[in-house]
């Protein structure tokens, strides 16, 4: 019930939603969503990490370039790069670390 729940929560929260999906020894799921025009904002990852989108459209953001991520399309976040994301409409999609 992690990806309703995201999705009932963001409707109201303005803000991002994130929720543990899973977790073992050495990874875990995130699941993150974001109404339209909201930001997660900028941050790094210390671990090899993927971002899914499972639901929407959202940009993908370093300081050197803008990459459009649809539906079911997929992108490798670099350890240690400086990054954010933006829904282009509500959007929910899977950070999976580890």
Do not use: C, W
């Not at 350890?79 to 959007?91: I, Q, R």
């Amino acid at each position: 019930m992690v990806l309703k729940n995201v999705i009932a929560e963001m409707r109201t929260a303005g803000k991002p939603v994130v929720k543990r999906l899973q977790e073992g020894k050495d990874f875990h799921v995130l699941a993150i969503g974001l109404e339209k025009d909201v930001t997660l904002k900028e941050h790094i990852t210390d671990i090899p990490a993927k971002l899914v989108v499972i639901k929407g459209k959202v940009i993908y953001k370093t300081a050197s370039e803008e990459i459009p991520l649809e539906l079911f399309e997929e992108h490798t976040i670099t350890v240690g790069e400086l990054h954010s994301v933006t829904a282009e409409e509500d959007s929910v999609f899977l950070v999976i670390k580890g």
